[in-house]
Nanobody, 121 residues
């Protein structure tokens, strides 16, 4: 079982940067991909970014060119570098590992507990 743990959230001012980390032992050896999602206060959770097993990356339009997802296979960690942060980026950020081998050909999914990002002056 892969259990992601997020870290790196905090309070920053608009325009500043943060780097979130998601450490998930077994992520690499289980050939998993990883998503970042976020849930702004009082709103629905939304997808932010994905890094697939082959290293392909994807971003939602609102963060493209500001956020960068990457991974370190040696430490089973996925990073989300967030630059030029805006107040609307404030949210609880979650990582979700998706790993092959689920029933019916589906992915097994493992969610972290989240880390809070607040962007405010």
């Amino acid at each position: 079982q892969v259990q992601p743990v997020e870290s790196g959230g905090g309070l920053v001012q608009p325009g500043e940067s943060l780097r979130l980390s998601c450490t998930a032992p077994g992520f690499t050896s289980n050939n998993c991909g990883m998503n970042w999602h976020r849930r702004p206060a009082g709103k629905q959770r939304e997808w932010v970014s994905t890094i697939s097993r082959d290293g392909t990356t994807q971003y939602t339009a609102s963060v493209k060119d500001r956020f960068t997802i990457s991974r370190d296979g040696g430490t089973d960690t996925v990073y989300l570098q967030m630059d030029a942060l805006k107040p609307e980026d404030s949210a609880m950020y979650f990582c979700k590992a998706f790993c092959p081998g689920g029933s019916g050909g589906r992915y097994r999914e493992y969610w972290g507990q989240g880390t809070q990002v607040t962007v405010s002056s």
